[in-house]
């Protein structure tokens, strides 16, 4: 496997993406799904728009440095990768504020329609957000969660909105987004799709399933840093027709006309609320530059071969693990996990020993895999920690059982 391993590295054509990043000595991070790693341009951007634009610039920069541009040139940025027509994508906000702005919007147009549809698989964030604007709304919509493979069965002529995550943050298991979408449009709903584990993982393409609805998240696959901007997607066809319910001015159409009356902006701007998170921004902004004329397709084969790897080493040295992801690579996102009783103290204690991946309740380890800045090489040294604190009982050990506040 090694010899493998060393001729797939010597023939990546990505090997030259590592330098742009900032990965720490020591570490073999498979966890660039939850928190991506540092790009080395983002600090030197984050300086120039804290020393120069705001400490020099201060009020002159919201049109001098473009800060009021930003959602629209980040969203851009964030466009290529999921596939969105031009203009249809605004970075801002959270992704758990970016589904109450679309999932709100969907209902509306969709009057007379009740139900809205989710599965298990779906990252609880999603459903809160749904279950407190059902609330909000009057209780007069029903969430319905069903198993993930139950979903295409569940759509009818009474669903409002589809409202899936692409891919299962615990399994790594992708929904078939554009047969699922045109199910569900043709019993007359929309869709909203979370791309928060496949922006920047794999080529998405939004325009191509006819999707509706979409949102993401910043600081994943897209590497924006804690915290980072989200971003929201409306298909051209439906962004004259929203009626933003989180109506701020800068969604206005003409924000400094200060109005009293709210009236939206054309297009995808509608979706701003606030003030954008400017320094976060500009750290996006230039932590999206790592892809810059990176083609999705090359992405997507060194991440199906880092991970074939890795689950041919794991599978022939830790008997004791079951594989919780699907094995083609068609179906599954950018991650593989595994199922073990242990699961918090294997990984705590692979952590101990620089192999960072991070572990979901009750009993999944979760690897992901980030092929800009990760080798087969890097691949092989985690599964042979892995071997080895699986095969010594390594994890027995009560520091690695102390459950911290994040996991
Ligand atoms: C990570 C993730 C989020 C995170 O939402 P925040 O509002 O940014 O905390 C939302 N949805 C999914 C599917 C995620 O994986």
């Not at 084969?301 to 919780?324: G, H």
């Not at 604190?389 to 459950?403: G, T, Y």
Request: proline fraction near 6%.
């Amino acid at each position: 496997m090694r010899r493998e391993a060393a001729a797939r590295d010597a023939a990546d054509p990505l090997a030259g993406r590592r330098d742009l990043f900032a990965v720490p000595p020591g570490i073999v991070y498979l966890d660039g799904n939850s928190l991506g790693v540092m790009p080395k341009a983002v600090p030197a951007r984050v300086a120039r728009t804290v020393e120069t634009e705001w400490g020099e610039g201060l009020i002159r920069s919201w049109n001098s440095a473009g800060w009021i541009d930003l959602p629209a040139r980040v969203g851009a940025k964030i466009g290529r990768l999921i596939g969105a027509e031009p203009g249809s994508v605004t970075a801002a906000d959270s992704t758990s504020v970016n589904l109450f702005k679309v999932l709100s919007a969907a209902l509306r147009l969709r009057p007379g329609r009740t139900r809205i549809l989710s599965d298990r698989g779906n990252f609880p964030t999603d459903l809160y957000m749904a279950q407190g604007l059902i609330r909000l709304l009057g209780d007069r919509h029903r969430l319905d969660v069903v198993a993930p493979e139950a979903v295409a069965d569940a759509i009818g002529d009474d669903l409002a909105v589809l409202m899936l995550t692409e891919v299962d943050y615990r399994t790594g298991r992708r929904h078939d987004m554009p047969a699922l979408t045109a199910r569900a449009q043709a019993a007359g709903a929309l869709t909203i799709w979370d791309l928060a584990h496949s922006a920047g993982a794999f080529p998405v393409d939004l325009a191509g399933a006819g999707a509706d609805f979409a949102i993401g998240c910043g600081y994943k696959y897209l590497n924006g840093g804690p915290g980072a901007p989200a971003f929201a997607y409306v298909a051209p066809r439906h962004q004259e027709a929203v009626e933003p319910a989180l109506s701020g001015w800068m969604g206005h159409a003409a924000p400094f006309a200060f109005d009293l009356d709210y009236r939206p902006a054309a297009g995808i701007d509608r979706l701003r609320a606030g003030t954008p998170s400017v320094i976060g921004l500009s750290a996006l902004d230039a932590a999206l530059d790592v892809f810059e004329g990176v083609d999705l397709a090359v992405l997507a084969a060194k991440s199906a071969s880092l991970a074939a790897l890795f689950v041919a080493a794991v599978a022939a040295t830790c008997p004791d693990l079951v594989l919780a992801s699907p094995r083609d690579p068609a179906v599954r996102g950018s991650q593989i996990s595994f199922r073990t009783p242990e699961g918090y103290a294997v990984m705590q204690a692979l952590i101990a020993r620089g192999v960072i991946g991070d572990f979901r309740a009750p009993d999944i380890i979760r690897f992901g895999f980030t092929p800009l800045y990760l080798s087969h090489g890097e691949v092989l040294d985690a599964a042979a920690t892995l071997a080895a604190i699986m095969s010594d009982r390594l994890w027995d050990r009560p520091e690695f059982k102390v459950r911290a506040k994040v996991t």
